[in-house]
């Protein structure tokens, strides 16, 4: 998959994934209006204005850009019509041939990271059956619980061709609190950062690994360090935008060969209509300003990529 | 609901949570019959015999221990069907006056974690309504990104008058790994546990924090240090039984007013009658093995603690 979505890269020229990370805030007025009329003002009214929002999201940019990275947080608090609805949206968006990165930050002790590998990227089994449960490309993974908790993710990629993004540094303001903290010499990050790495080199694609990073767009510091740290990983980075990430800022996080790094956009794509920037779209064609979004994210970050 | 959890401590005498985290291998051949004939060898067949056999689990127990764990995992690989499963138990728990700590061990950034503290916790908006979505009384939470993923969880539970455990001590070979290294003179465990005091500190119940701690059975010199760090935290400790832990290994987990820490049993119990200590109760009644594996459980404890 990793060797998929490089390719996918190359093919669109754009490193960049789109978030799709709805909140109701954000979605349309006719889309909520017809979602209720439909369902009336419940979890299922909700989960299918989200659902509608997305499709309509996708519909506008999947021929444009590599991949999609759901935020599962936002659908798992609508509940199961939530859940439901970040099922849709994966299977819609691999039905449109976007690489699909489940945003679900689990980790656990390690029977219990299986069941969250099975479930999410592999196949479960039922008696003589096997089937997938969410059936995402990469998911991300939290390493606070060590290696016990990241092999078994690691095993499922292996047999899924799949892949995984674990947290290094993330884009918070506070994310420093733990893993800033200096270990002898090392910064914490740097440690997991070289554990990345470790564990990649079990599991390679044709020129990256199948084991990624996460390491936030508002760091491009540690980006530069991490980068050297781990030159065959994947960085995914997320903070882009709306979190206070430039083009400029991201350029550190890419390997020479104009590969390495892909960048991800939430609220700046998925609610450009919201911004005054691209407000001339209005709220029905929120798509097409989203479009827009993503073709000036493009244009950023390949200028600061020539500019460096 | 901290108040409450001690209170129900203090009326079984047992500071026992059952871990009901299901397997297929666990659940009584019986019960995958009865499943798979309503249901075929499916994802709804499968999350079919996991909610029956749960169901007589906690009709076996319910009225000798406080509170249960169900580990999300365990559900969530079966997709869908295993969420539905996970939130049937959730529900039938608490209408069994069960306290229910859902070990999800979310974590991420701010207007994240706050979806997933709603989605758990709190209710979600939906127009002028708002729903619960999961509605567990409290759950684990991971703070490797620092208090921009742990305070929203916060603010829902004072809110809720519910309550968090965070990950300190992880029971697992491995969690030496990161949680292990030596910020300082001090593992960054033991940072992780300063820092949940302070967030506790924020939210007090009568006499425990809403704010507890998740520290591991399999490290008894740790919980030792760590009782002192965090003297108001009520501390969640996995690890007992199969996993290792034995009750003498477990006095030092809890205060000198003989709380503070609720021992977590999962496949010591829900699985007893695959033991040959209870093998005498057959498969057909697995949930008797798993009522007198409690009453051993509780008497291992309650000795344990008498002998300090």
Redesign the interface.
Known sequence: MINKLIEKIQKTQAPIVVGL?P??KYVPSQI?KAA?AEFG???E??AEAIWQYNKGIVDAIYDLVPAVKP?I??Y?????P???AF?KTVDYCKEKGLVVIGDI?????????E??A???LGK??????A????DEDFVTV????????VKPFIKVCKEEKKGIFV?VK??????????D????EKP?YE??GE?VRAWGEECMGDSYSYVGAVVGATYPEQGKLLRKVMPKTFILVPGYGAQGGKGADLVHFFNEDGLGAIINSSRGIIAAFQQEKYAKYGEANYADASRAAVLDMKEDIAGALAAR
């Open positions: 990370d909140m109701m909520q209720f003002e419940t979890l009214g909700a935020q947080a936002m798992e608090q609508f509940g199961i939530g859940l439901i099922k930050k689990r980790g656990d002790i390690g029977s219990t990271s069941a969250y099975v479930g999410h479960v089994s039922v008696g003589a059956n089937f997938y449960g969410f939290n390493p606070y619980l060590g290696s016990d908790g947290l993330t884009s918070n303001p506070s994310s420093g609190e733990f893993q903290r200096l270990v002898g914490l440690l997991v554990q």
